[in-house]
């Protein structure tokens, strides 16, 4: 539970607030005592849902359905006001943690947790559908664990069945990685009770394995996995594995229905022990259905919530503020940094929680107003990259901006800066194994306070690593996809992913070179990238004009018929949804000698030197999107470019070279902000996402709306000419040739 807001009401429909317990799309749940001195959950709806008359139509109708929810495992509503000018509703109130917080604190759960888990959960959507409702958001953080059992919550945004949604019908309701395939596609009218098995299967498999069967990432990432993809259920039990795979069949009709899947759950001969379902029929007194650890949690739980003062004492209009650092008298006597080495070989020893040490070394001018007694605290920056693998070209250049953007930052003069940057480099050489050692030896570090890496895609346990010991690390280069704000918190991706290569196209064929008839060359060896393209320039047609697929085969490299069809269809333009160089080169040829003239588009991976040398004056006119700038030719990087040319004796900037020094340039800003106090990883974490920084190549900025930050700054477009990449600038700036 979080305190309360300042804009926060005190009272809603007679109950006192006494603070958040959480916010979603929807609105905001609270925690609140009722007139009789209950405690319950009550959400209020956004002002903007409630503006709909159609809304409130559903919200009552589903208010009363659920108010009528009386089995043992559904928490029931058990008071709504759909007439209040902010619609709200309450139920019963669980202390026990979610799903989710289970196992993120404790792991996987043993199998005859998750056997209980699902025929309880089985047994509460059976209700559900038996009363003409969908849920349509089963996930585990709307399962809370209690003493005696699961309890599934949440039924603001279920459906009566046999109604037509009030919603668009493009409009994914549910959380991806939990969604059916009928949702994922947005497809209304398919949304059944089949639905809601899907996603149990889906909270199952997380549930003993501690992973989603269909990954993790952006929405994009997973509603693909979800509807082209089969689960991965490697880790799941044996004797699970047929139900779950049942669960997760594609075609809502070959699912089982929830009660077929209680019913299995329930005469598994594994099951349980007769002490076990004893137990279940008499209440489940002690809850010996959970894992050891997880009755102490609740228990902890419920004994704060019963301990809290009458409201009266503490008027939720003028909350406590929350201490984010302890009091002094708390904290340890020594600092785990006990030693700073400075740029000399002289130290300082932070005491008392560093804060002394701190205040002694700061500025006159700087930031607290201190003196120039001492010399400045040194705080290292980790760089994760590739500077021996396939890699190593962009390693070396973030490298070489990194270092430069160190040494700017130390020239500061010391009544603008409150420390000096150091930098830490080591070398993964692009291999997953050695990735995770990287990772470790930065963790282990305590000096580190961040980390800009890895050079490519990072592999899953390697950001793992960074999430759990809450240090920051800032990507540059990674264009993954497979984590998002959603699931990561110290995991910073600065880079567009390569799902939003799409709008650059959509809005040069737009507004530069206007396209009214569209190809698209679909070239299924590029798998998701080719599927995301075409999907995305299909839903949105440049020029609100027309567009046609043309479909390369995986293990064909013939685009002499793609060519053909292409101008027959007419096409004023044609773009290349595909990830490969050599490919893209065999397209661009067959192209030109199919006598095709029209703008020529395609996404940053083709833009290497295998397509301009493969392709030859057929590359010429081409329009690339990236993520990347040519510092060369933005003004205001005139300095950096001199400086990385006679440092380090070359002719060009290297890709992705200048969006690290911003990065480097970026942390340092967070670091600044935290004030005069020493920095710890977790409230960097935090200040990262609220900081802003203008760089050479773009703007950092944290847009809190979508959580993610600004990736429209990050998209970029270059011209193939005299057989060369020239640079267009952000692509909303380029103008036609």
């Known amino acids: 539970m979080r305190a309360l807001r300042p804009g926060d009401p005190s009272f809603v429909g007679g109950h006192r607030l006494l603070g958040r317990l959480g916010a979603g799309g929807m609105g905001v749940v609270y925690l609140a005592r009722s007139t009789g001195g209950a405690l319950v959950a009550l959400k209020v709806i956004r002002a903007g849902y409630a503006a709909d008359p159609g809304f409130r139509a559903r919200f009552r109708r589903e208010a009363e359905a659920a108010g009528g929810l009386t089995g043992r495992w559904v928490v029931p509503v058990v008071a709504a006001e759909p007439d209040a000018r902010e619609p709200w509703l309450t139920t019963a109130f669980v202390p026990g943690p979610s799903l989710t917080e289970a196992v993120t604190l404790h792991g996987p759960l043993p199998e005859r947790t998750v056997r209980a888990l699902g025929a309880r959960m089985a047994e509460a959507l059976t209700e559900v559908h038996a009363s003409g409702l969908v849920h349509r958001d089963v996930k585990p953080g709307n399962i809370l664990l209690a003493l005696d059992g699961p309890r599934l919550i949440d039924f603001g945004i279920a459906r009566s069945t046999g109604v037509t949604a009030l919603t668009a019908s493009d409009v994914v309701i549910g959380s991806p990685g939990y969604l059916s395939p009928e949702q994922a596609r947005a497809q209304a009218g398919d949304v059944g009770p089949p639905s809601d098995v899907f996603s149990l299967g889906c909270v199952l498999a997380y549930a003993a394995t501690g992973r989603r069967p269909f990954g993790t990432g952006t929405a994009a990432a997973v509603i693909f996995r979800t509807v082209h993809e089969e689960p991965d259920l490697d880790a799941v039990p044996w004797t699970l594995v047929p139900l779950l795979t049942g669960c997760l069949a594609k075609d809502p009709a070959a699912r089982p229905t929830a009660r077929e899947v209680r019913a299995a759950l329930t005469t598994e001969p594994t099951q349980t022990t007769e002490t076990e379902r004893a137990g279940d029929r008499s209440g489940n007194r002690s809850g010996d259905w959970l894992p050891p650890a997880l009755p102490r949690l609740i228990a902890e739980r419920s004994s704060a919530v019963l301990a809290m003062p009458d409201p009266a004492f503490h008027p939720a209009h003028n909350p406590a503020p929350v201490t984010l650092v302890q009091p002094l008298e708390r904290r340890p006597a020594l600092s785990r940094r006990r030693l700073l080495t400075l740029g000399s070989a002289a130290g300082v020893v932070l005491t008392g929680g560093g804060l002394a040490a701190w205040a002694a070394t700061r500025t006159a001018g700087g930031p607290g107003g201190a003196t120039h007694s001492g010399p400045l605290p040194r705080y ?83 950001v793992s690593r960074y999430e759990k010991a809450l240090l920051p690390i800032v990507s540059v280069s990674s264009g993954d996809d497979q984590y998002s704000p959603t699931t990561t918190r110290a995991y910073f991706q600065l880079r567009a992913d390569e799902n939003t290569l799409s709008t650059p196209f959509i809005h040069y064929l737009t507004h530069v070179e206007k396209s009214r008839r569209t190809a698209l060359v679909d070239d299924r060896a590029a798998s998701r990238t080719s599927w995301q393209i075409v999907k995305d320039l299909t839903a949105i047609p440049p020029s609100d004009g027309t567009t046609t697929a043309h479909v390369v085969p995986a293990d064909s490299e013939d685009f002499t018929p793609v060519a053909t069809a292409v101008l027959a269809s007419d096409a004023q333009a044609v773009v290349y949804a595909g990830s490969s160089p050599h490919r893209a080169a065999r397209c661009a040829r067959a192209l030109d000698r199919a006598g095709f003239r029209g703008t020529r588009m395609a996404p940053e991976p083709v833009l290497q030197t295998a397509f301009l040398k493969e392709a030859g004056p057929a590359a010429e006119g081409w329009v690339i999107t990236t993520t990347y700038v040519d510092p060369a030719e933005l003004p205001a990087a005139a300095h950096f470019v001199k400086t990385y040319r006679k440092r380090f004796g070359v002719r060009t900037v290297e890709r992705f070279a200048v969006e690290a020094y911003d990065a480097l340039l970026f942390i340092a800003e967070g670091l600044h902000e935290l004030g005069a106090v020493e920095p710890e990883r977790g409230a960097l974490v935090r200040r990262l996402r609220t900081t802003t920084h203008k760089g050479l190549a773009k703007t950092i900025e944290f847009d809190p709306t979508t959580t993610e930050f600004r990736w429209l700054n990050s998209l970029f477009l270059h011209r193939v000419s005299e057989g060369a990449p020239h640079f267009l600038g952000h692509y909303e700036k380029a103008r036609k040739p």
């Open 380 to 462: 290292v920056i980790g760089l994760h990259a590739d500077l021996s693998g396939p890699g190593r070209a962009i390693g070396r250049a973030q490298e070489r901006g990194i270092r430069l953007a160190v040494a700017d930052f130390n020239s500061r003069s010391r009544d603008g800066r409150a420390f000096d940057l150091a930098l830490k480099v080591l070398d993964d050489a692009g291999r997953t194994k050695e990735a995770e050692e990287v990772a470790k030896r930065f963790i282990a570090d305590p000096d580190v306070y961040a980390v800009i890496g890895p050079t490519v895609n990072a592999a899953a346990e390697t």
